[in-house]
T-cell receptor
């Protein structure tokens, strides 16, 4: 039983395309996150949602749009992909959403933009 | 703003060596402190945590003690194994803030 799952695991696409990454958690948590990890392993938060409501929206281009249809799902849609979007994207969840909560991460989606 | 400073890697050790990875959190106040580990090709997972001063977190032979005077949370293991090769992230968070802060990660290589 995977706690936080993401699809797809790998995504290879051309510049200019639009793509989506899906995330689901079966932990009953209220808060979900998207992180971007670059090639140096630096982890940067992008968004967080609590019960479908946007809480954190870091300085991320408008081409990135998160959508949370319910509190168990948080999807990430990216328009007009650029080379610099190549990275590993991690979804995570936590029980309430406090910074003191433990976060549970998905396995990641490696996005390669050609 | 708040920040987490951790030892830069990569760190390369032989099997059975003693490991220390330093971590310091800079902020006004006392956060909960965490160590997360990322094995190759996987997401991060919690290794250990401490929520207040003098707490010790421990798991899988790793330990870290929350030192209040320096807001530090150094990760230690007495005898590392090849399977400990991974990237280790220190992190901290306070409820009055909006998000947890991660360090830049330390890559650890253990040689057989």
């Amino acid at each position: 039983d995977t706690a936080v799952s993401q699809t797809p695991k790998y995504l290879v696409t051309q510049m200019g395309n639009d793509k989506s990454i899906k995330c689901e958690q079966n932990l009953g948590h209220d808060t979900m996150y998207w992180y971007k990890q670059d090639s140096k392993k630096f982890l940067k938060i992008m968004f967080s949602y609590n019960n479908k409501e946007l809480i954190i929206n870091e300085t991320v281009p408008n081409r990135f749009s998160p959508k949370s249809p319910d509190k168990a799902h948080l999807n990430l849609h990216i328009n007009s992909l650029e080379l610099g979007d190549s990275a590993v994207y991690f979804c995570a969840s936590s029980q309430v959403g406090y910074p003191t909560d433990t976060q549970y991460f998905g396995p990641g989606t490696r996005l390669t933009v050609l | 703003g708040n920040s987490v400073t951790q030892m830069e890697g990569p760190v390369t050790l032989s099997e059975e060596a003693f490991l220390t990875i330093n971590c310091t959190y800079t902020a006004t106040g006392y956060p909960s402190l965490f160590w997360y580990v990322q094995y190759p090709g996987e997401g991060l997972q919690l290794l250990l945590k401490a929520t207040k001063a003098d707490d010790k977190g421990s798991n899988k032979g790793f330990e870290a003690t929350y030192r209040k005077e320096t807001t530090s949370f150094h990760l230690e293991k007495g005898s590392v194994q090849v399977s400990d090769s991974a990237v280790y992230f220190c992190a901290g968070g306070m409820n009055r803030d909006d998000k947890i802060i991660f360090g830049k990660g330390t890559r650890l290589h253990i040689l057989p």
